[in-house]
């Protein structure tokens, strides 16, 4: 039986961007506005509300990235206090605005 160290175990943050590629993400914005993305509906921004604070928020697939951090995402909405203020489809967000991304 083999066993793990604690450096096989670790995932370094190009292995997180490549797992996300695709699926549902949250970008918080140097300005406190989140973009969020993957699932439709009410459903969706009840469990937003429930983990993120009340500032706006943007949902959306992540659909590319590059070196500079510059962000594409796909069906994005944003919310407001729970309740959907827009719908952008496509939106591109430039690195330097972001502070955060994370799966959602």
Not at 24 to 48: F, P, Q
Not at 49 to 55: G, N, P, T
Not at 57 to 73: E, H, P, Q, R, S
């Amino acid at each position: 039986m083999q066993e793990t160290t604690p450096q096989q175990n670790k995932r370094s943050p190009s292995d997180f961007l490549k797992a996300v590629l695709g699926r549902s993400v949250v970008v918080r914005l140097n300005s406190g506005t989140d973009y969020k993305g993957g699932k439709t509906g009410e459903a969706r921004a009840a469990s937003i509300d429930s983990k993120y604070s009340a500032s706006p928020l943007l949902l959306g697939v992540l659909a590319c990235l590059d070196g500079y951090m510059n962000i594409a995402m796909e069906q994005t909405e944003e919310y407001v206090d729970g309740q959907l203020k827009s719908k952008y489809g496509d939106c591109f967000i430039r690195g330097n605005n972001g502070t955060c991304l994370r799966s959602h």
